[in-house]
């Protein structure tokens, strides 16, 4: 991995010399592609292991095919230095790849790479997995090393271990399953209030209360509790201050405010790849499971909140190439920080709080959970 850390390190270097001659798909592949590819373990240059223009149905080519044992197992399909990577060529490639019966498939202009698993049956831009961007515009406080990690996923040594394999089968089978048990604790079916009836051993219980119950819970630990986005009240005065000092009518003037300004959840989740979608939920159930009907969430314009108390504890950002989270803790007071946490106390953000963890991986979200704990009680 260190060749490519060094490759990408490289590449970055002379971008803007690159973005200035307006490299078109040619020169894109010899001059960012080939080398990536090269530092991933591929050799280009050798037809066996990577073969170019690999023929489709209908007289069309994909640019590259990477073959273990001879056998293509990623196609990859080059486009000019920072072309847009439209809908219509991710369905394209898509369908080559699930009709030829290739697993993996990228779309890449050489700075974002999109990986794709062809054969899930979803429309074509949902079978997107995971999304690398190497513009420094996009992963700024990302180190290299970071980047270089989630591109080894499709490395040759790690596509031959079948390591995206396991991983693709994971994500998209937690969204599947997850997505099954909203449908059915939004309405629970007779024969699933009757099992969880006979689970409880309790006779009285009625098949309404069960299903309130469970919108209970569920509301709180599954799809969350969508909150209006609301501004921030005065600061300066304590709360039983603010109160006394805020008129009546004032006080129902604000609360028409909250109830006016909502943002739509779609908003932060549309587009986003399938293991950035697992992650957010991940995050959602933790933070709502910390204290189970006092936390609430605030679908906000750049963020989701998370509250307890009327006070927020937890901010996330949902991007591309992971989730930013937001929390309220003080980097110098940590022991032994995450190397994905930066202190922003000193930089301008519109999350909130003072501490921001780029989480991409659910290793991380699994070491977040104690700072995002920490960050509750310290808000309590």
Same mark, same amino acid.
Request: charged share 25%.
């Given at each position: 991995?260190?060749?490519?850390?060094?490759?990408?390190?490289?590449?970055?270097?002379?971008?803007?010399?690159?973005?200035?001659?307006?490299?078109?798909?040619?020169?894109?592949?010899?001059?960012?592609?080939?080398?990536?590819?090269?530092?991933?373990?591929?050799?280009?240059?050798?037809?066996?292991?990577?073969?170019?223009?690999?023929? $489709?149905?209908?007289?069309?080519?994909?640019?590259?095919?990477?073959?273990?044992?001879?056998?293509?197992?990623?196609?990859?399909?080059?486009?000019?230095?920072?072309?847009?990577?439209?809908? @219509?060529?991710?369905?394209?490639?898509?369908?080559?790849?699930?009709?030829?019966?290739?697993?993996?498939?990228?779309?890449?202009?050489?700075?974002?790479?999109?990986?794709?698993?062809?054969?899930?049956?979803?429309?074509?831009?949902?079978?997107? &997995?995971?999304?690398?961007?190497?513009?420094?515009?996009? +992963?700024?406080?990302?180190?290299?090393?970071?980047?270089?990690?989630?591109?080894?996923?499709?490395?040759?040594?790690?596509?031959?271990?079948? $390591?995206?394999?396991?991983?693709?089968?994971? +994500?998209?089978?937690?969204?599947?399953? @997850?997505?099954?048990?909203?449908?059915?604790?939004?309405?629970?079916?007779?024969?699933?209030?009757?099992?969880?009836?006979?689970?409880?051993?309790?006779?009285?219980?009625?098949?309404?209360?069960?299903?309130?119950?469970?919108?209970?819970?569920?509301?709180?630990?599954? &799809?969350?509790?969508?909150?209006?986005?609301?501004?921030?009240?005065?600061?300066?005065?304590?709360?039983?201050?603010?109160?006394?000092?805020?008129?009546?009518?004032?006080?129902?003037?604000?609360?028409?405010?909250?109830?006016?300004?909502?943002?739509?959840?779609?908003?932060?989740?549309?587009?986003?790849?399938?293991?950035?979608?697992?992650?957010?939920?991940?995050?959602?159930?933790?933070?709502?499971?910390? @204290?189970?009907?006092?936390?609430?969430?605030?679908?906000?314009?750049?963020?989701?909140?998370?509250?307890?108390?009327?006070?927020?504890?937890?901010?996330?950002?949902?991007?591309?190439?992971?989730?930013?989270?937001?929390?309220?803790?003080?980097?110098?007071?940590?022991?032994?920080?995450?190397?994905?946490?930066?202190?922003?106390?000193?930089?301008?953000?519109?999350?909130?709080?003072?501490?921001?963890?780029?989480?991409?991986?659910? +290793?991380?979200?699994?070491?977040?959970?104690?700072?995002?704990?920490?960050?509750?009680?310290? @808000?309590?």
């Amino acid at each position: 991995m260190t060749k490519l850390v060094q490759m990408i390190e490289a590449i970055r270097a002379k971008l803007e010399g690159y973005r200035a001659l307006s490299l078109k798909e040619t020169p894109t592949r010899t001059i960012v592609i080939d080398p990536l590819l090269e530092a991933l373990g591929w050799d280009v240059r050798d037809p066996a292991e990577v073969q170019l223009e690999y023929p $489709t149905v209908g007289g069309g080519a994909v640019d590259y095919a990477l073959k273990i044992n001879a056998k293509p197992v990623l196609l990859v399909e080059a486009k000019p230095l920072d072309d847009m990577l439209k809908v @219509r060529e991710i369905a394209q490639l898509v369908a080559y790849a699930a009709n030829a019966g290739i697993r993996w498939c990228i779309l890449t202009n050489g700075l974002t790479w999109q990986v794709y698993k062809s054969t899930e049956e979803c429309a074509a831009p949902e079978k997107l &997995m995971f999304e690398v961007s190497l513009d420094p515009r996009d +992963t700024k406080n990302l180190s290299v090393q970071h980047l270089a990690e989630h591109m080894w996923r499709f490395s040759r040594e790690e596509m031959a271990k079948g $390591t995206l394999d396991a991983l693709g089968e994971q +994500t998209f089978t937690d969204g599947k399953v @997850r997505k099954a048990l909203d449908s059915i604790m939004r309405d629970p079916p007779p024969r699933f209030i009757n099992m969880v009836k006979g689970a409880t051993g309790d006779e009285s219980l009625f098949p309404q209360r069960i299903r309130e119950s469970i919108a209970r819970i569920w509301g709180h630990i599954g &799809m969350g509790v969508m909150a209006p986005a609301v501004p921030a009240p005065p600061t300066g005065l304590k709360q039983g201050a603010r109160r006394t000092r805020r008129s009546e009518g004032a006080r129902k003037a604000w609360e028409a405010r909250k109830a006016a300004i909502t943002y739509d959840e779609a908003r932060h989740t549309e587009g986003k790849p399938q293991e950035v979608l697992e992650l957010y939920r991940g995050l959602e159930r933790v933070c709502l499971s910390l @204290r189970p009907g006092a936390v609430e969430k605030i679908v906000k314009k750049l963020t989701v909140t998370y509250c307890c108390g009327m006070r927020a504890f937890c901010g996330v950002s949902v991007q591309k190439g992971g989730l930013r989270v937001f929390l309220w803790l003080k980097y110098s007071k940590l022991v032994n920080p995450p190397v994905f946490a930066t202190d922003v106390s000193g930089i301008g953000h519109w999350g909130g709080g003072q501490l921001r963890l780029a989480v991409s991986n659910l +290793t991380q979200l699994q070491e977040s959970e104690a700072l995002i704990r920490q960050s509750l009680e310290a @808000r309590s």
